[in-house]
Nanobody, 121 residues
């Protein structure tokens, strides 16, 4: 199994910044795409940003130019730097990773427990 633990959420004023981090642990053979999703109250979970092991990134249009995703393959971590935050960014942010526990295992989808980000004055 692979466990994902997020940190860095909290309350921030509009225009402020936060940095989310996610650490993967457990029986890790490889991690492929890692990313961040979010779910606001009453809404479906949506993609925020993803990053491949190669470093290729993908962002939701709503966060382009404001958020930056990065990863450290040696430490099995992924980060999300969030700048110019607005109340519309308020949500629970979830870390996600596709990974395998061995060379012969199937690639599975793993999720963290989520971290709350609240943007409010």
């Amino acid at each position: 199994q692979v466990q994902l633990v997020e940190s860095g959420g909290g309350l921030v004023q509009p225009g402020g910044s936060l940095r989310l981090s996610c650490v993967a642990s457990g029986n890790i053979f490889s991690l492929n795409v890692m990313g961040w999703y979010r779910q606001a109250p009453g809404k479906q979970r949506e993609l925020v940003a993803t990053i491949a092991r190669s470093g290729n990134t993908n962002y939701a249009d709503s966060v382009k130019g404001r958020f930056t995703i990065s990863r450290d393959n040696a430490k099995n971590t992924v980060h999300l730097q969030m700048n110019s935050l607005s109340p519309e960014d308020t949500a629970v942010y979830y870390c996600n990773a596709d990974g395998r526990t061995s060379m012969w295992a199937a690639t599975l989808d793993y999720w963290g427990q989520g971290t709350q980000v609240t943007v409010s004055s």
